[in-house]
T-cell receptor
Framework: QQQVKQSPQSLIVQKGGISIINCAYE??????FPWYQQFPGKGPALLIA?????SEKKEGRFTISFNKSAKQFSLHIMDSQPGDSATYFC??????????FGAGTRLTVKP | GAGVSQSPRYKVAKRGQDVALRCDPI?????LFWYQQALGQGPEFLTY????????KSGLPSDRFFAERPEGSVSTLKIQRTQQEDSAVYLC???????????FGEGSRLTVL
């Protein structure tokens, strides 16, 4: 019952480049779309989140782009750094107990 | 405490054994969630508590899984008669309410031999 599809599974980017991760969801009732960052051996930590009343949200080097009609959203990491190397999960839901996570993207930023 | 604390961090069980995983949420957080994360996958919802009330247990995979939060703070996830397919990282998360930022613990990695 994968309600959130995430791609790519893995991504390698050079330092200073742009990392782009895409997600698609099915349930039109979802109205909260967070991205989580997870380092090995740690739990996921909230990175940035968006609600469908806006098409874009930017926080520092991280930007979410949201396309409600296509039921897609993406994370852009500008000026990617080796410290950004982690697994990124998108999620979608209307409440926390409804949250559905993507399968994750393992990002490697090469120095 | 400063964050969500889970114990044990690692647990190895023989098939058929019972295990208990503990979660100590952030003080004052009303909502507590358990997730199961298989290797290379995203977290999958198991169950949700608001204070001591278990309001949603729709994600529990079988009746061998049981969770409780008797005093509205610490929670325990119990797995009876463990099977190999139960091997995963079990994540606990808490939040102030049903919506808003989820704060995750570091997880308990269960390996069933």
């Amino acid at each position: 019952q994968q309600q959130v599809k995430q791609s790519p599974q893995s991504l390698i980017v050079q330092k200073g480049g742009i990392s782009i991760i895409n997600c698609a969801y099915e349930n039109t009732a979802f109205d909260y779309f967070p991205w989580y960052q997870q380092f090995p051996g740690k739990g996921p930590a909230l990175l940035i989140a968006i609600r469908p009343d806006v098409s874009e949200k930017k926080e520092g080097r991280f930007t979410i782009s949201f396309n409600k009609s296509a039921k897609q959203f993406s994370l852009h990491i500008m000026d990617s750094q080796p410290g950004d190397s982690a697994t990124y999960f998108c999620a979608a839901g209307d409440n926390n107990n409804d949250m559905r996570f993507g399968a994750g993207t393992r990002l490697t930023v090469k120095p | 405490g400063a964050g969500v604390s889970q114990s044990p961090r690692y647990k190895v069980a023989k098939r058929g054994q019972d295990v208990a995983l503990r979660c100590d949420p952030i003080s004052g957080h009303v909502s507590l969630f358990w997730y199961q994360q298989a290797l290379g996958q995203g977290p999958e919802f198991l169950t949700y508590f608001q204070n001591e009330a278990q309001l949603d247990k729709s994600g529990l995979p079988s009746d061998r899984f049981f969770a409780e939060r008797p005093e509205g703070s610490v929670s325990t996830l119990k797995i009876q008669r463990t099977q190999q397919e139960d091997s995963a990282v079990y994540l606990c998360a808490s939040s102030l309410g049903l919506t808003g930022e989820l704060f995750f613990g570091e997880g308990s990695r269960l390996t069933v031999l």
